[in-house]
């Protein structure tokens, strides 16, 4: 069974841009989370997608949304980049909740210029 | 807001020895879930244990155990005869059980170092 499924694996972006990461869930799994990772404030929850529906969001500025597909593919987008937004960004998916666990992908390495 | 504390920045542990990483978690819930994930240079983050708070009995995968105590909101994670290859960021997890949805609240993490 294929894992989680993140792309691209890296990419490189200046100030002001905008970028788009993707993410496909292990099939039959229909939630889909994102986390930003970095050296100084850790892991740290962004949002939830269930059945095309975001049910949960962190604290994040508005700049960083998402969607979900019919197919459970997810889209994380960040406008206007700034410095601060460099870091890993690790997605996972479950099949729902409760003591399901959360399967990660190999996450996207983004880095601000 | 829950919050989860791993006290120990960095662990060794000798090959073949065993070793305890530490995690306290804060919350004023009775139902949720606590995990451990491990994370490679790979950066894949692997589940290694997980244990579900109404269960009294610790959670056991082969090499690796809980010791959870509730009433202290502590969740350590013992690996015995560690390996070259748990060398990796530990990261301890809680998910509520309350709250709609999979949010994880993560901890600092704990890098393990495996010595030869």
């Known amino acids: 069974k294929a894992g989680v499924t993140q792309t691209p694996r890296y990419l490189i972006k200046t100030r002001g841009q905008q970028v788009t990461l993707s993410c496909s869930p292990i099939?039959?799994?229909?939630?889909v989370s994102w986390y930003q990772q970095t050296p100084g404030q850790g892991l740290q929850f962004l949002f939830e997608y269930f059945s095309e529906t975001q049910r949960n969001k962190g604290n994040f500025p508005g700049r960083f949304s998402g969607r979900q597909f019919s197919n459970s593919r997810s889209e994380m987008n960040v406008s206007t980049l700034e410095l601060g937004d460099s870091a890993l960004y690790l997605c996972?998916?479950?099949?729902?909740?409760?003591?399901?666990?959360?399967?990660f992908g190999d996450g996207t390495r983004l880095s601000i210029l | 807001a829950q919050t989860v504390t791993q006290s120990q920045p960095e662990m060794s542990v000798q090959e073949a020895e065993t070793v305890t990483l530490s995690c306290t978690y804060d919350t004023s819930e009775s139902d949720y879930y606590l995990f451990w994930y491990k994370q490679p240079p790979s950066r894949q983050m692997i589940l290694v244990i997980r244990q579900e708070a109404y269960k009294q009995q610790n959670a056991t995968e082969n090499r690796f155990s809980v010791n959870f105590q509730k009433a202290a909101k502590s969740f350590s994670l013992k690996i015995s005869d560690s390996q070259l290859g748990d060398a990796a960021m530990y990261f301890c997890?809680?998910?509520?059980?309350?709250?709609?949805?999979?949010?994880?609240?993560f901890g600092a993490g704990t890098i393990l170092r495996v010595k030869s």
């Open positions: 997890a809680y998910r509520s059980d309350m709250e709609y949805g999979n949010k994880l609240v």
């Open positions: 099939s039959g799994h229909r939630s």
């Open positions: 996972a998916s479950s099949l729902k909740g409760g003591s399901q666990p959360q399967h």
